[in-house]
């Protein structure tokens, strides 16, 4: 077998690993579901008149707040389950079996790979329940299949920027506990953009950044993929431009942090 058949071997081992593991033991990812869930319900039942006003001038309907809300909700999943990442690797090399595979004859990045490319499908499997939640209360996308393709693959292209941080945040931190907090200001962007109310409305001084961030755009880009209302050159181009430079920085930050020498 030549030298990239190994390596595509080693990764879909690693690969099936992971995905056994999360399998027999899925508390994790059900938990940081909750939150989204609970604040997609919070935000429809029990804030959805106020909120709806504010955004269409007075009038409440509480029917476009859902259909506002729910594409910033399913970004705001994929941080949350990032954070699984973070906490899965790090007990990977607390528990000893990172060691343990340095020592065998296997692909190095098959290891991080493994655990990226199984994030990356728990999530988007994520996606698919919050949305049937989504769908349940009332959202009604109005996309064509093009661009439901398109908007699958921006969360797939978010979760792998993200799942590549979090992996770099698993490395480098001391404990599980640890993994788990430091991911939370990936998790802090998505309420400090669009998701829950337009840019337009907050701070001038605060309004720069809420817009400039990750999250907005990429969140204004799934709200016309899904809606029908057009993504807009601005926000697809920032969109791409973060998450592409936050995969490429997340991979070399993690890829340089594993093979250092063992610090456990």
């Not at 955004?55 to 990032?82: C, E, K, Q, W």
């Not at 393709?149 to 001391?174: E, F, K, Q, R």
């Amino acid at each position: 077998m030549s030298t990239a058949g190994h390596a595509l071997h080693d990764n879909l081992t690693m690969l099936r690993r992971n995905l056994l593991h999360a399998r027999r033991y899925p508390s994790l990812t059900l938990n940081l579901l909750l939150t989204p869930v609970v604040l997609l319900l919070l935000f429809v039942y029990v804030f959805g008149n106020v909120m709806s006003a504010g955004i269409n001038g007075g009038h409440a309907d509480r029917a476009d707040y859902v259909a506002y809300l729910v594409p910033g909700i399913l970004f705001l999943t994929v941080a949350m389950t990032s954070l699984g990442t973070a906490v899965s690797v790090c007990t990977d090399m607390t528990e000893g079996i990172m060691a343990r595979f340095r020592t065998m004859a296997i692909s190095r990045t098959s290891v991080l790979i493994g655990h990226v490319v199984g994030s990356v499908i728990q999530t988007l499997m994520s996606l698919v329940l919050v949305l049937a939640i989504g769908l349940a209360i009332g959202f009604r996308p109005d996309a064509s299949p093009l661009e439901w393709l398109a908007a699958i693959g921006l969360m797939a292209l978010v979760s792998l920027a993200l799942t590549w941080i979090a992996v770099g945040l698993g490395l480098v931190s001391p404990n599980p506990e640890g993994a788990s907090n430091m991911g939370y200001p990936l998790v802090m962007l998505p309420f400090l953009s669009s998701a829950f109310v337009p840019v337009d409305a907050m701070p001038g001084w605060f309004r720069w950044f809420a817009e400039y961030q990750p999250f907005s755009p990429a969140i204004e880009t799934l709200r016309g993929l899904l809606l029908g209302d057009g993504i807009g050159t601005k926000n697809a181009v920032l969109t791409v431009a973060w998450f592409v430079a936050l995969t490429v920085l997340g991979y070399l930050w993690s890829k340089a942090q594993f093979t250092r020498e063992p610090r456990r």
